[in-house]
């Protein structure tokens, strides 16, 4: 039974060809990449994994509609292979994402460009199914007219409105299920991954990278992890963590802050609908329809802003000031739409790697390290990446770096493991019935506070009151502390979810 059960203590003894530091997706699928191809792999994330900024994403598994306008071909096969892989490996968790785009006659956005761009999406991404389960299936785009446009969003703004353009992404039905299924691949290929391990340093030898010293924050003890290669995916920590370990690589993370908002609000379509205010350089925003426990609701996202170069890298959070505007924008976009503050369930809110210091825009490419050609060890390699959707390729790009052309193809028994069915993910309340399995998927799944178990091995934390009713109800079933002492608590209107219940 592959299993993420935590024990650093045996981990210690084992020698590794590869330590990655950073349990966030981009680290998460670098030890699969490398432990698929039967290299000896361990992984460290000093909180809990999926904890950073992976947790806080949108969801959409992107394929490249987006990409067409700048005509980044590179990206765009690059987004839509990989929207491929997470459809054809996890068709159990990712599925079929229906996107509206209104459309008014106006820049890029109008019926002719608009069908072009979904004609050229369709014909590019003609593999895009290939390999995929029936049902997770992309159909083609098309246009519709208004009526049908109304008919699908009915709060949609009528003036000007000349139709829309309707295509398929791809989505995470439960991204915390996503990210710990693809760790349990990983161990099964032979991984070992370890939450709550914070890495402190690079080991070297003769000018080499010889592993990491390591604290376990949940004992304090500190560990020496060897291996001759170290790849630094610390996501917005990657900067500061190469320039601690080596020096100072700014290009590799100069932080933007981005977020999304959970909102008690009543969908607007079945589709993900493109909103935007009417006015010169209005952001685009994509409103999904989420189920919260049972209850429809709305996940609306993303707002971009600049993040000061000198201000704390963890735990981000907006400012009061822009989750005002991302609203006054959402109610300027949508007709009868009223939202204010009372209705924002939570903020996801994360750091991405901005073009330029100082701006909002996002980079368009990831950034590596090869430390041991900058002069620093030989062995020591950081990557910074952009998306969620495209870090099962960069991994692999990664590996080639690492590796070149000695690079490992697949082993054959390396296929993604049977999904666990311990629990009932359709039933977003903890199960108490079944105490036994709760308490499995604790030790299986190195859950070691509660809100690993509510908020990253389950979607039972989306709703703040739902999350503090399954803190209070698992505390005497799990026997686990609420949450460590400086680890990022989920944000919501108010306090933290094991908080708030304590
Ligand atoms: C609001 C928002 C919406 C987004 N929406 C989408 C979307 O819809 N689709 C999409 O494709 N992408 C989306 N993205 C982008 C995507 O989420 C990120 O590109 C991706 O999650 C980055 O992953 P990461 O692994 O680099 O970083 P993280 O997830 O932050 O992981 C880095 C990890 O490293 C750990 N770490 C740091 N230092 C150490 C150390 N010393 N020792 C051990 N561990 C350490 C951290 O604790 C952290 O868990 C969105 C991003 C944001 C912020």
Not at 2 to 30: C, F, W
Not at 112 to 134: E, H, K, Q, Y
Not at 470 to 482: K, N
Request: glycine residues 8%.
């Amino acid at each position: 039974m592959p299993d993420l059960t935590r024990n650093p203590r045996a981990a210690e003894g084992r020698e590794y060809d590869v330590i990655v530091v950073g349990g966030g997706v981009y680290g998460i699928t670098l030890t699969l990449e490398a432990a698929r191809r039967g290299y000896r792999a361990l992984l460290v994330e000093r909180h809990d994994f999926n904890a950073g900024t992976s947790w806080n994403a949108l969801r959409i598994v992107h394929g490249g509609l987006r990409y067409l306008q700048s005509m980044d071909l590179r990206r765009f096969f690059e987004s839509v292979g990989e929207r491929r892989w997470f459809l054809r490996h996890f068709p159990d968790l990712v599925g079929v994402l229906p996107c509206l785009m209104p459309l008014y006659n106006r820049g890029l956005k109008r019926r002719s460009t608009f069908g072009t761009a979904l004609r050229l999406n369709d014909l590019l991404s003609w593999r895009r199914n290939a390999g995929v389960r029936a049902d997770r299936h992309l159909p083609h785009g098309h246009l519709i007219d208004s009526t049908a446009t109304h008919d699908l969003f009915q709060r949609v703004d009528p003036s000007g409105l000349c139709g829309a353009g309707r295509w398929y992404d791809g989505v995470m039905l439960n991204h915390q299920r996503l990210m710990i299924e693809i760790l349990r691949w990983a161990t099964n290929a032979g991984a070992i991954a370890l939450n709550y391990v914070r890495a402190e340093t690079v080991n070297t030898h003769g000018g080499r990278a010889s592993g990491i010293e390591a604290t376990d924050t949940v004992t304090g003890d500190t560990q020496t992890f060897n291996a001759p290669v170290v790849v630094n995916a610390a996501g917005p920590r990657c900067a500061a963590f190469a320039e601690h370990t080596d020096r100072a690589h700014t290009e590799l993370f100069r932080p933007s802050v981005a977020f999304n908002l959970l909102i008690d609000h009543e969908p607007l379509s079945s589709c993900a609908v493109a909103v935007e205010p009417k006015q010169d350089d209005a952001r685009t925003y994509f409103v999904l329809p989420w189920t919260v426990d049972g209850t429809p609701r709305i996940l609306a996202g993303t707002f971009h802003a600049p993040w000061p170069q000198d201000a704390p890298l963890d735990d981000p959070q907006p400012s009061d000031a822009q989750i005002n505007t991302f609203l006054d924008d959402l109610n300027a976009a949508v007709p009868g739409l009223t939202l204010d503050r009372s209705h924002v369930l939570r903020v996801y809110c994360g750091l991405l790697p901005a073009e330029e210091p100082g701006t909002e825009h996002t980079a368009h490419r990831p950034v590596w390290i090869d430390h041991g050609r900058a002069d620093g060890p030989v062995g020591l390699f950081s990557v910074s990446g952009v998306k969620y959707t495209t870090a099962r390729l960069v991994a692999e790009q990664t590996l080639r770096r690492v590796f070149g052309r000695k690079l490992r193809d697949y082993r054959e028994a390396a296929a993604r493991p049977e999904a666990e069915s311990a629990l009932d993910f359709a039933d977003y309340r903890p199960n108490l019935d079944r105490p036994d399995e709760l308490r499995r998927v604790a030790r299986l799944e190195s859950v070691v506070y509660l809100d690993d178990m509510i908020h990253r091995r389950t979607d039972w934390g989306a709703d703040p009151r739902v999350a503090a009713e399954a803190a209070d109800a698992l505390r005497d079933v799990l026997e686990l502390p609420a949450v460590p002492s400086g680890a990022p608590v989920p944000r919501q209107s108010t306090g933290s979810s094991a908080e708030a219940a304590a």
